[in-house]
């Protein structure tokens, strides 16, 4: 999970994780919770429990999750390629579509920060316990250092590799200082090398 704190001072929760009373008593801290963000059509299970527990907050979520979801989940706005009035000030984002799962990529103005979930997962061998895992993670394309999207799911944008470069290639050019990932190793420097080599299969 990535939250962000609005020029408003309420927060953006994407990808909310497992519900914890002692992370939601945390969060409180912080700021009132005004959104809940399901950003691609695999991270949102969770979505549903953080609703329960703040149902003021506004739930976003990709196109199309309410026909794949596996779970009831409350739907009440969609996210679209151009960021909605209520984080338009503080975050841009862009939208990638693909057969495997559809993506929305944010980039928070004032940090710099570029905020992703499965196009770049970098997971680090030395974390992995067992030795299968370590192998798949290799076969995969997603091992640290070279983390990038796993190779299935570059084959599942191939009907639309041409969205997918021009949203990288868009990324790209908000120069980020950082990216922050949902698997794996962030990385906190040079952002604009990583998008580079990250997704050289695409560029």
């Known amino acids: 999970m990535t939250i962000v704190r609005l020029p408003s001072g309420g927060l953006w929760l994407h990808s909310p994780t497992v519900p914890d009373e002692a992370l939601f008593g945390k969060i409180n801290e912080i700021g009132p ?7 691609n059509t695999l991270h949102y299970w969770w ?29 009440e706005r969609t996210l679209e390629a151009a960021p909605p009035p209520e984080w338009a000030d503080a975050i841009d984002q862009v939208m990638i579509r ?22 770049i ?5 030395s974390r992995i316990r067992k030795r299968f895992y370590r192998w798949l ?12 999207a796993p ?5 599942s944008f191939f009907r639309h ?8 290639r868009r990324m790209i050019a908000w120069k980020p200082e950082r ?6 190793r962030w990385y906190d420097v040079d952002a604009g090398f990583e998008l580079n080599r990250a997704f050289r299969w695409i560029l």
């Open 121 to 125: 997962e970098n997971f680090e061998l």
């Open 179 to 184: 990216i922050i990932i949902a698997h794996g």
């Open 33 to 39: 919770i005004r959104f809940l963000i399901a950003p």
């Open 137 to 148: 993670m290799r076969i995969g394309g997603v091992a640290d250092p070279d983390g990038k």
């Open 47 to 75: 979505i549903a429990d953080w609703k329960e527990k703040f149902p003021a907050a506004l739930v976003y979520t990709v196109p199309g999750l309410q026909r794949s979801a596996r779970r009831r989940i409350p739907i």
């Open 161 to 168: 590799r041409n969205g997918v470069r021009t949203a990288v």
């Open 98 to 119: 693909g057969d495997m799962l559809t993506e929305v990529e944010f980039f928070h103005r004032s940090s710099r920060t570029l905020i992703l979930t499965d196009l």
């Open 151 to 155: 190779y299935d799911m570059q084959l």
